[in-house]
């Protein structure tokens, strides 16, 4: 079982809506997590960290709940730019990253 | 302020051939990440460099090898290119191993 782990998508969602990404982890030793975005054929960028309960930047709300184990990503009035890859990854020994989850936001 | 610089940006290899992947960060971070991405399978950590003079596998090590020549640099090398090893190849760097890494703009291997 892999580390970290993600729903790969893809989300296609209207512009405007609210969508929320999951990614679980198996390791109850991870003391750190983070978001990357990726676009296309560019290389992943931080989105976010979480340190501890959670983290809100703007339209970005990331979650860590510590007793089941996963992190959450809430993006909300999505923007057509928001379409992207994203990224979840845990720290134990090094950062693990899963596979990426899709994200199209339609006009 | 370049970051994580990766050089080449692109290569074509015949199969057999060997190469160097080359990075380097002006960040003064002690670790540093060579990962491959292929579709459909997110990030794979090939090596690792925790600190100056360390080195140690990621998940798949077979067919690279890896030097830290000083903080700065971290070299991935094919000794004998495989067309399996066609992928996209990013080095990224962080101020320890769990803080957020900074990646380089990727190297797209092709190798024939």
């Known amino acids: 079982r892999k580390e970290v782990e993600q729903d790969p998508g893809p989300f296609n969602v209207p512009e405007g809506a609210t969508v929320a990404f999951n990614c679980t982890y198996s390791n109850s030793a991870s003391q750190s997590f983070f978001w990357y975005r990726q676009d296309c054929r560019k290389e992943p960028k931080l989105l976010m960290s979480?340190?501890?309960s959670g983290n809100e930047d703007g339209r970005f709300t990331a979650q860590l709940n510590r007793a089941s184990q996963y992190i959450s990503l809430l993006i909300r009035d999505s923007k057509l730019s928001d379409s992207a890859t994203y990224l979840c990854s845990g720290s134990a020994r090094q950062l693990t990253f899963g596979s990426g989850t899709q994200l199209t936001v339609l006009p | 302020n370049a970051g994580v610089t990766q050089t080449p940006k692109f290569q074509v290899l015949k199969t057999g051939q060997s190469m160097t992947l080359q990075c380097a960060q002006d960040m003064n971070h002690n670790s540093m990440y060579w990962y491959r991405q292929d579709p459909g399978m997110g990030l794979r950590l090939i090596y690792y460099?925790?600190?100056?003079?360390?080195?140690d596998k990621g998940e798949v090590p077979n067919g690279y090898n890896v030097s830290r020549l000083n903080k700065r640099e971290f070299s991935l090398r094919l000794e004998s290119a495989a067309p399996s090893q066609t992928s996209v190849y990013f080095c990224a760097s962080s101020e320890n191993g769990h803080q957020p890494q900074h990646f380089g703009d990727g190297t797209r291997l092709s190798i024939l």
């Open positions: 460099s925790a600190s100056e003079g360390t080195t």
């Open positions: 979480v340190y501890s």
